[in-house]
């Protein structure tokens, strides 16, 4: 069974940067497919990036493009998510998400959620 826990989420001030880890466990993440997706309050849980098992193939939400990265470390079983140029509309709790080999832009095709972590953008 595969675990998740991502960190490195806080509060910046708009036009910052932030970078979140997610750190795997129970298994290797380069069998799987990785994603990001955030959930402001009172909305639905929506889909940020996601990255093939290589690192290889990378897809960004249209809100995030030019400004987020995903990137992976099979070695060291992370998954990170650079954002630059951050917004207050960027303001949610970020979640880890795994999937066995091919990757997807639906909450409902992964398999392995982490608990989240807090980004905060203020004006």
């Known amino acids: 069974q595969v675990q998740l826990v991502e960190s490195g989420g806080g509060l910046v001030q708009a036009g910052g940067s932030l970078r979140l880890s997610c750190v795997a466990s129970?298994?290797?993440?380069?069998?799987?497919?990785m994603a990001w997706f955030r959930q402001a309050p009172g909305k639905e849980r929506e889909f940020v990036g996601t990255?093939?098992?290589?690192?290889?193939?990378?897809r960004y939400a249209d809100s995030v493009k030019g400004r987020f990265i995903i990137s992976r470390d099979n070695a060291e079983n992370t998954v990170y998510l650079q954002m630059n140029s951050l917004k207050p509309e960027d303001t949610a709790v970020y979640y880890c998400?795994?999937?066995?080999?091919?990757?997807?832009?639906?909450?409902?095709?992964?398999?392995?959620w982490g608990q989240g972590t807090q980004v905060t953008v203020s004006s």
């Open positions: 998400a795994g999937r066995y080999i091919t990757t997807g832009t639906r909450a409902d095709e992964y398999t392995y």
């Open positions: 129970g298994g290797t993440i380069s069998n799987y497919a």
């Open positions: 990255t093939s098992r290589s690192g290889g193939f990378t």
